[in-house]
C-alpha cells in the first residue's frame, strides 16, 4: 500500500481534498521502530504528530518509576502525539514506546499547523479528540485519586487498629505482670523453722501464671499443716481459681484435716464456678508424735520415703476433687514417720511431663528418684527429683504446671 493510499484510509483526513492529502504526502514520512524502541518521552519536545502504519505502541506516564502507568496501546491508524503540538509549552505528556516492530507516519509540525487553517473540518474533529483525551485523562486522575483515598483510609484504620492492638496487648501485659508478682507473693519461699523438720517447694508454671499452689503452716510448737493442690485449669483462669482457694483457705480454721476438707468443698460448691475444680492434698504433721495425718482428694499420691528400709510407699487413701458436688467422699488417712523419713508432694504436671518421643516421665521414674536420692537434705532430695525430670525432657517445653514440695523428718537432729 502507498502512503498516498494509507493516508486516504486515516479517518481524521476522511475530508481532505486531494491536494490536502498530496500536501500531507509530500511531508509526512514513514519511520520504522525496532521492538522496545521509543518514539518519543514524556516531556520531550513535541515537532510533529504520527499515526500508525504497522505493529503496536504503548503510551507510558512515568516513565521508570514506581508511578509507570500505561495509559493505553495504539494499533494501524491510530492518530497520536498531536496534543503536544497544541499545548502551550509543547511538551509531550506521555511517552511512546513499541511494543513490537512498527511503522510510524511522521507528520511535521508545519504541515500540520496547515492543515488545521486550512481545513476547518479536520480542526472541528482535532477538537472533539483534545476534549474526549481530556475527559479520559480527568476520569483517570479521578480514579487514581480515588485510589489513593481508599488506600489512604485503609492505611489510616490499618494504623488506628494497629494502635489499639498495641495498647491492648500492653495492658494485657501489664495484667499479666501483675497477676505473676501477686502470684510469686502468695508461694511461700520461707517455711516455718520448727526442730527436726526442713523443708524445700519449686513450681514452675506451663504458661505465664500456674493453677498450682501449696502452703505451709505453722499450727503450734509441734504442728504444721502442709497443703499441695492443682486447679485443673491452666493460665490465668487457673490462677485466678488458685488465689480465690488459698485465700479461702488461709480464712479457715485448721480444724482435723477432714473436717476442714469437707467445709473447703462446700465453699467452692458455693462459688458456682465451673472451673473451681480442685485435687489437694491437705495434711497435718505432728512432729513430736510422729504421725501424718491427711486427706487426699483426688490428688497424685504423695510418697513416703522410709529411711530405714530405703524404700518408697505412696500414701494411700481415696477421695474426690474439691468442687465437683457437695456430696464428695474424702477419707482421713495417717501414717508414722522415723527419723531421715522424706514426705514427697507433687502435682500431675511432674509426672506428665513429656520427652520429643511423647513419652511421660511417670510415676515409676518419680518413685525410682525418690529412693536413689531419699537419703539427701530436703533441698538435695527436691534438687535431684527435679533434675531427673529436666534430663528426661531434654528440653521439651512443659505441657502442665510442675510443682515439688518435700519435707524431711528428722526429730533427732
Not at 96 to 109: D, G, K, N
Not at 169 to 179: C, F, N
Not at 329 to 353: N, Q
Request: proline share 4%; glycine share 8%.
Amino acid at each position: 500500500m502507498s502512503q498516498m493510499e494509507f493516508l486516504r484510509r486515516v479517518p481524521l483526513f476522511a475530508d481532505l481534498s486531494l491536494e490536502g492529502l498530496q500536501m500531507l504526502d509530500s511531508q509526512a514520512r514513514i519511520r520504522a521502530l525496532p521492538a522496545d524502541a521509543w518514539l518519543f518521552h514524556q516531556r520531550d519536545r513535541g515537532d510533529a504528530c504520527y499515526v500508525v502504519v504497522s505493529g503496536t505502541l504503548r503510551l507510558v506516564l512515568e516513565q521508570g518509576s514506581s508511578e509507570e502507568t500505561t495509559l493505553g496501546l495504539l494499533g494501524v491508524g491510530a492518530f497520536f502525539g498531536e496534543l503536544s503540538l497544541l499545548e502551550p509549552d509543547g511538551t509531550r505528556a506521555a511517552g511512546a514506546i513499541a511494543v513490537v516492530q512498527s511503522e510510524v507516519l511522521e507528520i511535521p509540525i508545519a504541515a500540520f499547523e496547515t492543515l488545521l487553517h486550512t481545513y476547518p473540518a479536520i480542526a472541528y474533529n482535532m477538537l472533539r479528540r483534545v476534549a474526549a483525551h481530556v475527559r479520559r485523562s480527568d476520569e483517570r486522575r479521578l480514579e487514581d485519586l480515588r485510589h489513593k483515598n481508599r488506600l489512604l483510609t485503609d492505611a489510616y484504620t490499618a494504623l488506628e487498629q494497629a494502635q489499639a492492638e498495641a495498647l491492648r496487648r500492653a495492658r494485657a501485659a501489664r495484667e499479666l505482670e501483675l497477676g505473676r508478682e501477686l502470684q510469686r507473693r502468695l508461694v511461700p519461699t520461707i517455711f516455718p523453722n520448727l526442730h527436726g523438720v526442713v523443708i524445700a517447694a519449686a513450681t514452675f508454671p506451663a504458661y505465664e501464671m500456674s493453677g498450682d499452689f501449696y502452703e505451709v503452716r505453722q499450727l503450734s510448737e509441734h504442728m504444721l499443716s502442709i497443703v499441695m493442690a492443682d486447679v485443673c485449669d491452666k493460665g490465668a483462669g487457673a490462677a485466678l481459681v488458685m488465689a480465690m482457694a488459698k485465700g479461702l483457705l488461709l480464712g479457715m480454721d485448721q480444724r482435723h484435716p477432714l473436717a476442714l476438707v469437707e467445709r473447703f468443698n462446700q465453699l467452692i460448691r458455693a462459688t458456682n464456678l465451673d472451673a473451681a475444680v480442685i485435687t489437694m492434698v491437705y495434711s497435718h504433721l505432728d512432729i513430736a508424735r510422729r504421725r501424718f495425718t491427711y486427706v487426699r482428694a483426688g490428688h497424685d499420691w504423695p510418697l513416703h520415703y522410709r529411711a530405714k528400709q530405703g524404700r518408697v510407699t505412696m500414701l494411700e487413701g481415696g477421695g474426690m476433687p474439691v468442687g465437683i458436688t457437695e456430696e464428695a467422699f474424702f477419707e482421713e488417712m495417717h501414717t508414722d514417720l522415723e527419723p531421715g523419713d522424706a514426705l514427697v508432694f507433687y502435682t500431675d504436671g511432674l509426672c506428665d511431663a513429656r520427652n520429643f518421643a511423647g513419652d511421660t516421665y511417670g510415676r515409676e521414674r518419680l518413685i525410682s528418684a525418690v529412693q536413689a536420692y531419699g537419703r539427701l537434705p530436703a533441698h538435695g532430695l527436691a534438687d535431684a527429683i527435679l533434675g531427673d525430670v529436666r534430663a528426661f525432657q531434654s528440653g521439651t517445653p512443659p505441657i502442665d504446671d510442675l510443682t515439688l514440695l518435700v519435707v524431711k523428718f528428722n526429730p533427732e537432729a
